[in-house]
């Protein structure tokens, strides 16, 4: 087949790319390189199945493809911050020109959503079922309601164009090839544990998160798209959670050195506790994520001793 990946020079979007190539597929992959790396996709850039275009997904594009799997959007805290509105525009006219190119060619279409569409969740673990609790009007909001909207596009193309679409809600996923700098949890302690320095740790630590390693995750979402009994959204994500002080303990033990633990005010709309629910994935797909925390951190801590 012929996919096409938004996003691809990306974390994910990278990794999603090696995977379809793997699978014999021929990959376009789209970036317009703001948080992108050509790094992560220079081993590809020789394969005569993989393009790349650097083009902005705000702008219409076209192509004859099968799949298109829409991942392009900043997707850490400062870089969606760095300028929200053009962090919305992303999000939801990046949407519309997928829709639009996928209702042209007839192609499926899968949208990379967030568990941020939960917000600062009342409801643990969060099922699919759960409408979230969103501030529309914070420093977050550009991300997580761009991403509430996008989703609503492709629910309403579905309806009324036929459009083949699927939906997946990504819960916070690590691994190789995290942008260094990108402010998420993972990479920030890996960073500042290999350099010595202290891990800075917001708030009083006690707020939980689960922790995907990208292996599993590019999995799931492989199986979302190609599996033809729910549209979605499907949660996927590892439910097994963690406070941030266990995370920073188990990186200062895996990488040794002298750094200590600091705390630094909690950012707004912080959410207290996020874990998915993932028994669609697991009854649909057969999906459950298999690489323990410790084992996946020791594989991200490998790449980004490479880096430093
Ligand atoms: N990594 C996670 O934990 C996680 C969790 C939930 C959802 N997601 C979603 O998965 C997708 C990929 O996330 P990631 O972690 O790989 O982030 P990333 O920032 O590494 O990748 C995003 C990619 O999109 C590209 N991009 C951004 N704006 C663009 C634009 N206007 N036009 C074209 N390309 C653009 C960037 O250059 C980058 O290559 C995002 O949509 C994100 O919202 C990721």
Known sequence: MRVLVTGGAGFLGSHLCDRLLRDGHEVVCLDNLFTGQKCNIAHLLGHPQFEFVR???????????DWIFNLACPASPPHYQYNPIK?????????????GLAKRVKARVLQASTSEVYGDP??????????GNVNPIG???????????????????????????????IFNTYGPRMHPNDGRVVSNFIVQALQGRDLTIFGDGR?????????????????S??????????????????????????????VGGKSKIVHQPLPA???????????????????EPAVPLAEGLERTITYFRGRI
Not at 55 to 65: G, L, Q, S, Y
Not at 274 to 281: G, K, M, V
């Open 87 to 99: 962090t919305t525009k992303t999000s939801v006219m990046g949407a519309i020109n997928c829709l």
């Open 225 to 254: 798209m190609a599996q033809t009994r729910t549209v979605g959204p499907i949660n996927l994500g590892n439910p097994g959670e963690f406070t941030m002080l266990e995370l920073a303990q188990l990186t200062l033990q895996l």
């Open 122 to 131: 009342n409801v643990h673990p969060q099922p699919e079922s759960y409408w």
């Open 269 to 287: 709309d912080d959410p207290r506790q996020r874990q998915p629910d993932i028994s669609l994935a697991r009854e649909i797909l057969q999906w």
């Open 55 to 65: 083009h902005d997904i705000i702008d219409p594009f076209k192509f004859e493809v």
């Open 139 to 169: 420093r977050r909001s550009c991300y997580d309601e761009g991403k509430r909207c996008a989703e609503t596009l492709f629910f309403d193309y579905h309806r009324e164009n036929k459009v083949d679409i699927r939906v997946v809600r």
């Open 207 to 223: 707020q939980t998160r689960s922790f995907c390693y990208v292996d599993d995750l590019i999995e799931g979402i492989v199986r």
